[in-house]
């Protein structure tokens, strides 16, 4: 166990230490910040104010401002959940590249040891800094206003993070572990920094495109991760908003701005509900880890 323990630090350390790598992994959650501030909180308040006509002088403003917020945390949490893994399992490229794979593997720890020291390290790497994010987040979104968040929320917010950083590892790792060099490594990020953003929904939301597109990014992990946040990160302002118009509208408000900005996935027809994408999103990384650990035997033994 204590090789295990001294390998995954090692490989901790190396993340932690690269201040770049860390910079990188943070780039989506940034350019999503900066659009946000230059377009989207217009773009996102004005399709709160046509769902809610005729309810503009019952409906709390600050309300519907911290709404809009919330749907903002949950979309940088999505892509810090996407690209702050990857960044921190190029470490694999990197010790592929320069040989140092086959001086750990002549080593006595055993490969399945170091395929999950990789991912082990990868996980807890993905979850402080999406956990540093929420974190900061929440402070910034309480100095705003009343958010309605009770302590079960914001625990259930942490899980979900955790979650998020476990999944996301255990399918880029499948990914990264078919890269023999650095540079076709950080292309692919370049590709998925720029998708990201599209496939969790952080930039338009996902229901603003066909039901092909729908089903398709919610095929993906993160996307059902970041539904799960805006669940639980915006139950108490949507609680809130719906305890001011007082059942005036049978609930149908609160039920379409959550249908606009896809707080449930939905793909090929089947509705997710956070139970189901809790186990969704658990099978997915069980699975991935299962592949992982049978591609590096194989990758190892081909070298």
Known sequence: MKDFIGFT????????????????SLMTSTIVFVLYLLFLKGTFVNALNDTMRGLENIVSSGDIEMFVNGILLSGILGSAIITVPYTCLQTIVKD??????????STP???????????????????????????????????????????????AAYGIVLLGSVSSTALFMVIVLLFKKTSSCTAFFGILTAASG????????????????????????????????????LSG???????????????????????????????????????????????????????????????????
């Open 109 to 155: 720890l055993k490969r399945w040891k170091i395929i999950l020291s990789y991912f082990t390290a990868s996980s807890i790497s993905a979850f402080i800094m999406t956990g540093i994010i929420l974190t900061v987040g929440l402070i910034i979104l309480n100095a705003m206003g009343d958010t309605h968040l009770g302590l079960a929320q914001i625990a």
């Open 237 to 303: 302002v949507a609680d809130s908003i719906n305890s001011d118009i007082n059942g005036l509208d049978g609930g149908e408000f609160i039920s379409s701005i959550k249908d606009v900005f896809s707080f449930n996935a939905s793909s090929f027809g089947f509705d997710f509900q956070t139970a189901t994408s809790v186990l969704y999103v658990a099978a997915i990384a069980l699975l991935c880890i299962a592949v992982m650990t049978v591609l590096y035997n194989k990758t190892y033994r081909r070298r």
């Open 9 to 24: 630090r090692r490989n901790l350390s190396i993340y932690f230490k690269d201040v770049l790598a860390i910079v990188f």
């Open 198 to 233: 599209f496939v969790i929904g952080a930039y338009i939301p996902l229901s603003q495109f066909s039901d092909g597109i729908q089903s398709f990014c919610n095929l993906f992990p993160a996307s059902h991760i970041t539904s799960m946040l805006k669940n639980v990160l």
């Open 96 to 105: 592929k590249e320069a040989g140092v794979d086959a001086d750990i593997c």
